[in-house]
């Protein structure tokens, strides 16, 4: 065979043949700087959304792995590997486990949504040990994602078989296998098969059996914009930790409520209602006390100055606008555990309501700033309130 035959031979991918094998031995085919290419690697490249492998080759750190036309290539900085010589390699057991495991539960996941939501579609997936994601696009709900979620559990707990192999393209077409097919080049598909829960087109690496991922937990639905979500989960013993600590959440949150743990959502949902109509008089009545200041004239201009208690500073600012657009000065003071301020005032007075910070605010410890027109801030000593208010309309005076 000649020497460009041999250089040019793919790169015998021991992941495929055996995802479990992570200390091989292996000859440095090629070399290009800090990039190796090696007769055989059971380092997986990463794709579709699973994280490449890390690990070690003689002793020094693999930071990067990646597919250059056919071939795999390590990054192994600072090696002073020679072609043709003899390598121990070791892939990190437990950062390929953890993918192997989330791998096959994305794929389980992803199946149980869309038999739920058939509208549903998979945008983006990233498995990794630090973070395992899937982005749909589509109608989705926690109802949704709770009965999916039992779905895969139960099929967990069956310890359901997975299988890869090789289909004919056409084969996988009619068959219905989960598949872009407009991605896959050549005549074959390669198919894992999980019992008879799951089946789709996927050239990464999984587990044997369902039973070894253990457990799976959504544990955050989260949006993507546009109609998108991002879903995390959680396998393992994390998904079971994660579990238990949202189990004691929420007993000890139905104990604070008064209400059994069932009932929580319904009694949650209720408080948020009487939160949301409690806001709504808060804030007709908040206007309704801001529009009854009676103004005071300095130099023909109406002055709206007052001491609130705890009304909210958009209010203060909603008002504060109205009576600057009314060409007079609104000096608003709310009382809460500090003290907030508005200070606004029209074109036509001529005040620079940043002089007023300056000369009355800034002394007792307040701070604050906006435009010519318009100043926000606050100050801690709400004690000072009345000496502050007596300070802006000295100045005004």
Request: aromatic residues 6%.
């Amino acid at each position: 065979m000649s020497l460009w035959a041999i250089t040019h031979v793919m790169t015998v991918r021991l992941y495929q043949r055996d995802p479990y094998l992570f200390e091989f031995e292996s000859r440095v085919e090629e070399k290009d700087g800090d990039w190796i290419r090696l007769d055989g690697t059971a380092f997986y490249p990463g794709g579709g959304g699973q994280a490449r492998d890390k690990g070690r080759i003689h002793g020094l750190d693999v930071s990067d792995v990646e597919e250059r036309d056919g071939h795999i290539w390590h990054l192994v900085p600072g090696n002073k590997f020679v072609v043709g010589g003899m390598l121990w390699c070791s892939v990190d057991w437990e950062s390929r486990y953890d993918v192997m495991r989330g791998h096959t539960a994305e794929h389980m996941l992803f199946g149980a949504l869309q038999r739920i939501e058939p509208l549903l579609t998979l945008m983006k997936i990233d498995i990794a040990k630090e973070l395992k994601r899937l982005t749909l696009t589509g109608p989705l709900t926690w109802d949704i994602v709770e009965e999916a979620e039992r779905n895969v559990n139960s099929a967990i707990s069956d310890n359901l078989e997975v299988q890869r192999f090789e289909m004919d393209r056409e084969e996988a077409e009619e068959s219905g296998v989960r598949a872009k097919l407009e991605r896959i080049h050549g005549d074959t598909v390669d198919v894992v098969e999980i019992g008879d829960f799951d089946s789709a087109a996927c050239g990464g690496i999984h587990v044997m059996e369902t039973g070894e991922i253990g457990a799976l937990l959504v544990e955050r639905m989260t949006s993507a914009g546009n109609g998108s979500y991002h879903l995390d989960f959680l396998i393992g013993d994390e998904a079971v930790s994660k579990a238990l600590q949202l189990s004691h959440m929420t007993i000890r949150t139905a104990d604070h409520l008064g209400c059994a743990v069932d009932n929580v959502l319904r009694t949650v949902s209720n408080k948020k209602k009487d939160l949301e109509e409690a806001s709504k008089a808060l804030r007709s009545l908040s206007r309704h006390v801001l529009s009854d200041i009676d103004p005071v004239e300095s130099n023909g201009i109406k002055v709206h100055a007052a001491i609130v208690p705890g009304i909210a500073r958009k209010e203060l600012i909603e008002r504060a606008d109205e009576i600057r657009n009314e060409g007079g000065i609104a000096v608003l003071i709310s009382i809460t555990d500090r003290a907030d301020f508005v200070i606004t005032a029209s074109e036509t007075t001529g005040l620079d309501c940043r002089v007023i910070v300056e000369s009355c605010i800034k002394p007792v410890g307040g701070s604050g700033g906006g435009r010519r027109d318009f100043v926000q801030g606050g100050f801690p000593d709400v004690s000072r309130a009345d000496s502050v208010l007596a300070c802006i309309l000295d100045a005004l005076r």
